[in-house]
């Protein structure tokens, strides 16, 4: 299959021409997968804009990248501010996955970060869930920028049978050499492929790193993007290669129940005896 992963500036409140951008490379390369980065509809930095600029899912914006996804064959992933319908004044960081047969699918994040110059705990909602999506290369598995940080997330994916698990990030340069390592270790702890795609530009301070990679289930980087600077990952990979891995390295079948129980119990202040 072939994946393109944009680490390209989206323009900061214009929906038009970031959705120009996205629907006009998807027309032009018709990739297998077409990733784009976390909130890259709109830009990440909105603050209180995002009220205005969030749309639904089933939304003008989804529904054109869904149309771009029909025609051109591909299977596309980008990042929205998603304005929920039946969740009065609920508004999530969310991933749309439109397919070629035009399924929409959503994926929203689970772990919003609040510290140093993060807010998003005062714009959005917490996701729930973690939904795999099928699509005509196989399952996919998906995650937003810091969600990378927390293991079982891609863990429970796996199970769930994902061939690949993608990440749309919008994260910066202060935070780039944590993130190279961790995309790896995702990869090789669930033996599975792993592709990485952030931002680049400058908002609010906030310097975007780039630094985009696609990782192989052995660890082995398949592609990879320098910092800062605008560019495409282009890649093509064989996703029976992660029959190849698994057997070498068993952690979806040796993980044990008991290990997250024991998690669970601790996190709600009451530890298993």
Known sequence: MRILGAQWRPKTGDTATNLKAMTGLVAKEKPDLALFPEMWLTGYTLRDRVIELAEPADGPSVEAVSKAARRARTTVVFGFPEKARGHRGAIYNAAAVCTPDGEVGVFRK???????????????????????????????GLQICYDLFFPELAK???LKGADLVANISSSPVTARSLFQQIIHARAVENAVFFAYVNRVGTDLGLVFAGGSALVGPRGDTVAELPLIKQGLIDAEV?????DLARPFRPTLRDSRPEVFEEAAHLLRGSPKR
């Open 238 to 242: 064989e996703l029976g290669d992660t």
């Open 110 to 140: 689970w772990f919003l970060p609040n510290f140093g110059p993060y807010e998003e705990k005062l714009f959005f909602h917490k996701g729930h869930g973690i939904p795999v999506f099928e699509t005509p290369f196989g399952t996919l």
């Open 156 to 158: 429970v994916a796996c």
